[in-house]
């Protein structure tokens, strides 16, 4: 049975288990403290065009998003995130377990615009309120939708007027930036946003997310809170090698291209069969609105999250691909959803 | 330079590296519901003649002590621990940082005994103070020592009686059961401690610690704590083929028995040059107190911590072995020692 | 200028500051260990037909919430509350501060229905997100609305059936067991509810609300909580005095019908000025939908507060009515609006 | 029988009483923004000759504490106290609850030295150990010890070139400032420290403590953090009566001295009886060392708190005294002890 649930089903890049296995035995400092952490440090810089920043690996996505909330905020400060963002729902409170509130703000495609922040914060005046101090994002969104570059420069002024730290969640950055709608750089980031991370969990790597911290006031002291919170690999190193091999020539954008490709053949599999998505996604994740009988005939073949109910008949089904996902599999899938779907079982 | 700085300064055994490889492009599920994870723990299971404990994954050893306080104690409940305990200095208020107290106890040789606990206990009387409901231990300990059967369950007796759980960080736990002094075994841990981990960062593992709990009243929702604090691995599959290569076969402990060996061979030729040790340690932790000069020139040709001088002239060394370490490496330093502590130099 | 902007503009009620008065020099024991808590407790138990009840006394009702959820929950576990709910909006993330996420629940008339925490649980399925353990309601609710008893017995066999405590915000306690529409009395509540509480502050009391306690698993150890959230107050004698006032005799049912009656009758004022209102409420608290202009006009004779504009041309106003309300400027502003409202200024 | 239990054994001074009773009826707005609250800040920044300084008005010590430290740091810094300190041990963790280390120091006598500070901080070197940040003091001590002008002056040099905020709990601040053997002033605190409060619970009021916030990098947002940590009294104009009556002439200063005078008469009587001290006190609590035969016969008289056995027949009593202190019940208690520890009972 073929999976198409997630884009962490498999290990590493073969590159990058090379580059472990080469290096095994090497005696490292530990923490992040290593010529490869280092490496892949100046590495990252280089592609973002922005040699000051800093820029700190941890492990995973829900450690990077708290880190960096409870490094950024003070007590009573909060962060504006869309209601589907991963901070609100899927990380079990972590920010709320920082001290912090999120304040959720619907949106229809997953994305935040300058409108929904001011009015959030229009919302919240005195001291008996959260005080609104940061945007949250995420680049694809967790339904699959992009920011457009004009999209990320309004919400970035639209941030700077009303003095918040604007903070891009990366997790699938690399299927972000190189979807065929895209038009945002590595560069921009650096330049629209006040800290970023690029994920190399789903793109890749065995684990980890590098946070580049661009704003000068959230730079300070954030080791102590990669620490406090658990988040300090001993052998660093780890994480290091597998930022080196992904941004030492142009493997972490190829990857991404990688993974959206198929996503894309799957989404033309799906129109072509005559359903319609729950969103508009030129990424790795594909949404289909699937009648209920078709889901339950597909479950037999492939793994996929089923996510939610529009109507009686229908059941949103989400459909991810990744680097490593095989290309016969999705052809396959293809054949099966059109067999499957004109009723030929 | 060859390093005795610490025991998480290479990479993995080459079992686990190849273990990984192996497997690396299969498909599992995510966070931790691998069939590699459930194999690792009904391994453990059996390794602990516990079958009914529950097993978690955890990538590191701060991240592990700081989700099993949040766990098992309400916010106004302590955690009692020997001053040179891990948590209470070494990991940036991580325990304070989930609201809980480290009530440190003054520790001759960083273990604890039922009378520190029962004094700590004593001072602790009503509502105006926190309420100690934690015994935090490590073995080996932080300097090396170790517990003797009696001794951990004269301290689970103490539990018992005062309604404590027994918390056993277990982060050098192969060094700890294989060291010639010791006389607990692994069952012995599961009968003794509420819960305890198996730390696999020190030992052969690139990372990841065993969380086992014993004590019923620990287990429920544990795993919404490991998300929560941003501990739940996205490829869980990584800890459980790791731990699965650590205890298919009696690799875990032949691996604390290895740097042990190193570490006593350590011992002994800094005994035979004439110094003596800040702890009486019998595993792959040796602390040594040496000469300002000496420890200038050593500095020369090998990488170790220096912790705290006890007189004018002396500083503490501490020298660590692991499964990695160059056995030539310390032949190596037993002679340089050997010729500089004469003044050969 | 006379102020209609809440229910908590004066003093005590002179028999409390009588009762302070009248113990000023009295030597009592701390912490509210004193025998006018004592008493004022019995008093209490006796009223909510409740003799097994734990009753504390906390001084405000952000101070209760906070340390009512910080007690019951465990770290991962959520509130869920009307959109509207003091804990949602108006605590400056206090119950976040806990550690603890709200569930904010779009309710049209600020309460919760089964339906709703229904539902809200159902979105709530794994250990990826927040664990809903509590329910949290206000009665009268932050705009005014009442449960009937049905509705509290049908929420509480939700609560129930799902494993949820139902918690009780009762700051305006005595408005609402004293409205005309209400069906609900002190022993339903002790009945229905885990925990709830009988405000003072807005009730006749310099400050106070009594927290009772009757679900046994809500009991252990609240003093912890209470005093390590700097709830506790030293001289706890304070708040006995004041609840034995309130609860010896029939006072604090009487000052809530008082206030009830006066908002009322500015409720009929409002009405047979052709207005409308923003909720249906019969109690002390009432918001009125007014134009923009006539709300300027009164603004130069009355304190009120402003709670946002449904229309271009109108503005909700609160108006809010005490035990302490003086009854002619009640008539007075009858008077002047009916002036107003006519165009005859 | 008489108690020396405590400094908040009963109400208010009778001035407070009446200017409360004065006002009772008088409107006023909520949260602290009332005249009379402005009035006091007003007359306190003349008082401490510090027109800049921030003056917020919280219920209780350590409410007051717990939101002093909350709002200054950030979450990995931590505070160093002496290990007698309040918020070290009688504040059921509080501190730790807001998520912060208290780095507890042995003190002989209470107080902290600028070498306890430094070597504090000196044992906190990297990210892998919370960062020592603030200073927290009390004067008078917990112990009835008391800072001289040059020790102040000395701590605040240290703390200046420590980069450490310097906390004052002034909980027993009357006592400290009118003690014979005091040389520091009001302004001089204000000189001295970051932040610290002016007690008002142990003084004369019914309860309030005056927070004064001298460093600008403290201010901003205070208010927040009070609301959100339950402290922000809805009738603080409660605060605001008692500190303009406490401040507008000198009866603050006026009830500490009657406090003292009543508190060295008893040191007297017991000094004069033979028996000695635990510590130096010249303030308003006396920690006398007495044969435990005496403190039971005592006992049956008057309350007070015993403070630990020094030896196996002694036992370290504690007698307060206060504003409201009854002279002829400490003449009694002269005597009586006169009479006990002859042996004539």
Tied chains: 1, 2, 3, 4.
């Excluded at 658990?230 to 290091?240: E, T």
């Excluded at 479950?299 to 996929?304: E, I």
Aim: charged share 25%; proline share 3%.
């Amino acid at each position: 049975m073929y999976s198409f649930k997630n884009d962490y089903s498999e290990g590493a890049h073969p590159r990058i288990m090379q580059a472990l296995l080469d290096t095994n035995l090497d005696q490292t400092d530990g923490y992040g403290t290593d010529p490869h952490c280092e490496r892949a440090r100046a590495l990252i810089r280089e592609k973002i065009a922005c040699p000051e920043a800093d820029v700190h690996f941890l492990v995973g996505g829900t450690q990077a998003n708290l880190t960096v909330v409870a490094a950024a905020l003070r007590p009573y400060q909060a962060v504006v995130a869309a209601h589907t963002g991963h901070v609100c729902v899927h990380e079990t409170g972590a920010i709320e377990a920082t001290g912090h509130k999120v304040v959720a703000v619907p949106s229809p495609d997953g994305r935040l615009t300058p409108a929904m922040v001011e009015e959030a914060c229009g919302l919240h005046t005195d001291e008996h309120m959260v005080q609104p101090k940061m945007v949250y994002i995420s680049d694809s969104t967790e339904v699959g939708t992009l920011y457009r570059k004009a999209e990320l420069e309004a919400l970035h002024d639209t941030c700077r007027a009303l003095g918040l730290y604007l903070f891009l969640d990366g997790a699938r950055l690399s299927a972000a930036l190189t979807a065929e709608t895209n038009d945002l750089s590595l560069p921009d980031l650096a330049r629209l946003c006040d800290v970023f991370y690029l994920g190399g969990t789903k793109c890749g790597a065995l684990f980890g997310e590098a946070v580049v911290i661009v704003n000068d006031a959230l730079k300070p002291d954030f080791r102590y809170l990669i620490k406090q919170r658990g988040g300090m690999l001993a052998k660093g190193r780890l994480l290091g090698i597998q930022f080196e091999s992904l941004f030492e020539d142009g493997l972490y954008l190829e990857l991404g291209a990688r993974a959206n490709r198929l996503g894309m053949r799957m989404k033309r599999a799906i129109s072509e069969s005559g359903f319609s998505f729950a969103s508009d996604s030129y990424t790795n994740q594909q949404f289909a609105v699937l009648p209920d009988a078709l889901v339950e005939a597909l479950g037999g073949h492939y793994k996929f999250e089923r996510n939610g109910k529009p109507d009686a008949g229908h059941t949103v089904v989400r459909f991810v691909t990744s680097w490593a996902t095989d290309e016969t599999a999705v052809e396959r899938f293809a054949a099966d959803l059109r067999r499957l779907a004109s009723g030929a079982e």
